[in-house]
């Protein structure tokens, strides 16, 4: 098992910054790829961005590819999103998410088997 903790969101205007955590407990954390989602209101929920056990993949949707950076820290049991240039079509709640074992596609939710209860990020135009 891991339980995974979401930390970091909050109100932010367009074009500022945001940097989520991803706390994870239970199992070896360094085994596991990660991932964000994002679910805005009245939408399904969708991928934002992954990253593999060693941190040496990197993956993007390409609404936030450019602005969003991946990244992990397994050492701490933590994985990030930095987020920059916010816009106000990123407002969503953002899961984090982890797979027990290597996923065939990373985009996909399926492929993930423990989330977090997600964290608010609201960008006021």
């Known amino acids: 098992q891991v339980q995974l903790v979401e930390s970091g969101g909050g109100l932010v205007q367009a074009g500022g910054s945001l940097r989520l955590s991803c706390a994870a407990s239970?199992?070896?954390?360094?085994?596991?790829?990660m991932g964000w989602f994002r679910q805005a209101p009245g939408k399904k929920r969708e991928f934002a961005s992954a990253?593999?056990?060693?941190?040496?993949?990197?993956f993007y949707a390409d609404s936030v590819k450019g602005r969003f950076t991946i990244s992990r820290d397994n050492a701490k049991g933590t994985v990030y999103l930095q987020m920059n240039s916010l816009k106000p079509e990123d407002t969503a709640v953002y899961y984090c998410?982890?797979?027990?074992?290597?996923?065939?596609?990373?985009?996909?939710?399926?492929?993930?088997?423990?989330w977090g209860q997600g964290t608010q990020v609201t960008v006021s135009s």
């Open positions: 239970g199992r070896t954390f360094s085994n596991n790829p």
């Open positions: 998410a982890a797979a027990s074992s290597v996923p065939d596609d990373y985009t996909m939710q399926y492929e993930y088997d423990y």
């Open positions: 990253i593999s056990w060693s941190g040496g993949s990197t």
